[in-house]
């Protein structure tokens, strides 16, 4: 494994009054005392040139001095050096980027805000990280020479499972369809008919669904699978802004249109023009904007607040949790609308309506996508109840749920095999008069699929895939 050693140049260690590198400085100390370990060190500066005078005069001086020593610098333009989240987002790439390295973070240099930033990255990155400063020899024992210290804190695995999920949803990894995708027998019937929608480039699709059944995942599935795949794909929660702050996000605006209109703005709308727009939870949205929306669907024109109608090419695709047709009859949805956005429709089962093979297949699959995002050495080892447990949960927050429960169990177990008492409350409190016998489970499974289909015993045994006579054994008839 690769030993980097990371740290910023300490701007008032390094360097003597006149200019000139300070040999008994921080960085030059570290070298010549305690780098016989490292395979490199990246060295870190902000400046206005990347060729800035002192940090090169450093950078020679390392070499000069101790030319089998691997230096690396990078350079940053100048920023708020006491600023937390600006230290964070120039340092959290850097160390991701060598997540498969041991990273020993010298944190002695820099600005309280930069030891911070150090201090946090390695509490929540889950990375194979060490903080390390160094005791000045005039405060050791014998001072003689300087002395290095590791800093132990305890890592914090709840806020390590947040940032992760925070930094897989800043790069995509969450709304996009990843190249690993666990096809169960249920959803591969939705996404056959998803891809031959996709082919109809200006089709508008509705998809249904309850939340956390990945209804944006399908939509982006489509974009991918059509011929606007290499423009804009584009979503937006109508549900999470307020009217005014979605019409500007939808149709942009005009400099001076509004108090706080400081610039011409583009839509999402026109931004995504030769791709696709994803209108999630679209029974939100008000009178005024389903009037508008209506207005781009029929006319195929756009018109940014306090502008003029422009012609744009995208295709539309709308979800909701909601039931849209009982919104127009109840007057709160138009049916004009409805009529221009369901011009096909897809539904996403909710995870309870699974079989309980698909439930263990997605489990396992998940169990090894939680592995490579908490850079585990092995899955995570579920004992048979817990196995069963979460199985047999109906998980009314569908497999998001599911994925949640599951990354809960790796953040609260780094390194044991959970136990119930790690299980969310919720789940355990669920029912605690279920059976978790194989018999039992499979016979409340035959009678919950056959309310799901009205009490007809041809269609519940064609969905279960058994016969008919089994299916009234299993009835009790």
């Known amino acids: 494994m690769t030993r980097v050693l990371i740290s910023w140049i300490a701007t008032g260690n390094d360097f003597l009054e006149s200019g000139g590198v300070n040999e ?6 570290f070298h010549r005392h305690f780098f016989e370990r490292y395979d490199r060190h990246i060295l870190l500066y902000s400046a206005k040139e990347a060729q800035d005078t002192r940090a090169m005069h450093l950078l020679d001086a390392i070499r ?49 805000a930069m030891q911070t930033a150090w201090v946090l990255a390695h509490l929540t990155l889950n990375l194979n990280t060490r903080l390390l400063q160094v005791r000045p020899k005039r405060f050791t024992k ?52 998803a891809k031959r929608i996709a082919a109809a480039a200006n089709t508008t699709v509705f998809i249904n669904g309850e939340s956390g059944t990945g209804k944006e995942l399908l939509a982006r599935y489509i974009h991918r699978e059509s011929p606007r795949r290499e423009a804009p794909f584009l979503p937006i929660n109508c549900a ?37 727009v994803f209108l999630d939870e679209i029974g939100d949205i008000s009178p005024h904007l389903q009037q508008s929306l209506l207005r781009v669907l029929q006319e195929k024109e756009v018109a940014p607040i306090g502008g003029h109608p422009k012609p744009v090419d995208v295709r539309f695709i709308s979800a909701t949790n909601k039931d849209l047709r009982a919104l127009c009859k109840a007057g709160k949805f138009r049916w004009d609308l409805y009529y221009r956005l369901v011009v096909v429709d897809l539904s996403l089962p909710e995870l309870q309506d699974y079989p309980l093979t698909e439930k263990a297949q997605l489990l396992r699959f998940l169990n090894k996508e939680k592995q490579a995002q908490f850079r585990r050495p092995t899955p995570l080892e579920l004992t048979k109840e817990i196995h069963d447990i979460i199985l047999v949960y ?22 044991r095999t959970p136990t119930k008492a790690d299980l969310p409350t919720w789940i355990l409190s669920s029912d605690t008069s279920f059976s978790l016998k194989l018999e039992d489970v499979i016979q409340e499974h035959v009678k919950h699929v056959f309310e799901k289909q009205g009490g007809n015993q041809k269609k519940t045994a064609e969905v279960l895939g058994i016969s008919y006579n089994t299916l009234r054994k299993r009835l009790g008839y």
């Open 240 to 276: 999470a802004l307020s009217d005014e702050l979605l019409e500007s996000r939808l149709f942009g605006y005009k400099k001076g249109s509004f108090t706080g209109a400081e610039a011409d703005r583009k839509g999402l709308i026109e931004s995504a023009s030769g791709g696709t």
């Open 394 to 415: 109906p998980f009314p927050g569908n497999i998001r749920e599911l994925e949640n429960t599951l990354e809960r169990l790796y953040a609260l177990c780094p390194d």
């Open 142 to 193: 014998d001072k003689q020479q300087p002395e290095l210290l590791e800093v132990s804190i305890k890592r914090d695995a709840l806020t390590a499972s947040a940032v992760i999920r925070e930094q897989l949803q800043s790069k995509g990894t969450s709304t996009a369809l990843p190249e690993r995708f666990c096809m169960t027998d249920t959803l591969s019937k939705v996404y056959e008919h």
């Open 24 to 29: 008994a400085g921080t960085t030059m100390s």
């Open 64 to 112: 000069k001095s101790f030319p089998e020593h691997r230096v690396s610098p990078q350079w940053y333009a100048p920023f708020d050096v006491i600023s937390l989240e600006a230290i964070q987002s120039r340092i959290e790439p850097l160390l991701l980027k060598h997540a498969d390295d041991q990273i020993d973070l010298f944190i002695s240099p820099g600005t309280p």
